[in-house]
């Protein structure tokens, strides 16, 4: 499994861009990259996965440059209620279901 | 369509005893994993059922074990409860055991004293 690492913590303002890095240098070739939310007491959301490129939902955007080896996650205009640990996670969705989670990045939006 | 849940949302326990978390996945998937997730860490996988079978295991002891009944809910068992298995114990339930996407439950606190 890659190991990822992604900053500890992040603070910014209520309508700002978050954009939290995840570096995962030893990617292999069929590892996806996918993120979660948690807030807390609560078990982690699933927001985005992706391979390659750039991928755009409802809540956040995913940009993964042509080496693979880092990834970023795009919050646009957060709110309050974002403030929650982000995970990232890198294997091979059609076999590595036994992921388990890093410390994550606390994000903290504040009015 | 009915989420993930789980049961009991807290308990306290000593230490050397035994506890049985309940888990019921979500309408339709047939698939359940458990995770522990210790204050200010990320989950760690403890392991996974498949259709009543376990398929696949993290680096947890024997004396956490488990089980997935006919209609894919499932109990998390854990023996000789030791101080640092304090920790919120989360079920995640996916329509299949890889390249799905896993939806969590609130999980279960339990405080080991």
């Known amino acids: 499994l890659a190991k990822t690492t992604q900053p500890i913590s992040m603070d910014s303002y209520e309508g700002q861009e978050v954009n939290i890095t995840c570096s995962h240098n030893?990617?292999?070739?069929?590892?996806?990259i996918t993120w979660y939310q948690q807030f807390p007491s609560q078990g982690p959301r699933f927001i985005i996965q992706?391979?390659?490129t750039k991928v755009t939902n409802e809540v956040a955007s995913l940009f993964i440059p042509a080496d693979r080896k880092s990834s970023t996650l795009s919050l646009p205009r957060v709110s309050l209620s974002d403030t929650a640990v982000y995970y990232c996670?890198?294997?091979?969705?059609?076999?590595?279901?036994?992921?388990?989670f890093g410390a994550g990045t606390t994000v903290t939006v504040r009015a | 369509e009915t989420g993930v849940t789980q049961s009991p949302t807290h308990l306290i326990k000593t230490r050397g005893q035994q506890v049985t978390l309940r888990c019921s996945s979500q309408?339709?998937?047939?698939?359940v994993s458990w995770y522990q997730q210790a204050l200010g860490q990320g989950p760690q996988f403890i392991f996974q059922y498949y259709r009543e079978e376990e398929n696949g295991r993290g680096n947890f002891p024997p004396r956490f074990s488990g089980l997935q009944f006919p209609n894919y809910s499932s109990e998390l068992n854990v023996n000789a409860l030791e101080l640092d298995d304090s920790a919120l114990y989360l079920c995640?339930?996916?329509?299949?055991?890889?390249?799905?996407?896993?939806?969590f439950g609130p999980g279960t606190r339990l405080l080991v004293l």
């Open positions: 996670l890198v294997g091979d969705a059609f076999n590595d279901y036994k992921l388990s």
């Open positions: 995640a339930s996916s329509l299949n055991p890889a390249g799905e996407t896993q939806y």
């Open positions: 992706g391979y390659k």
């Open positions: 309408s339709g998937h047939n698939t």
């Open positions: 030893n990617i292999a070739t069929n590892d996806y």
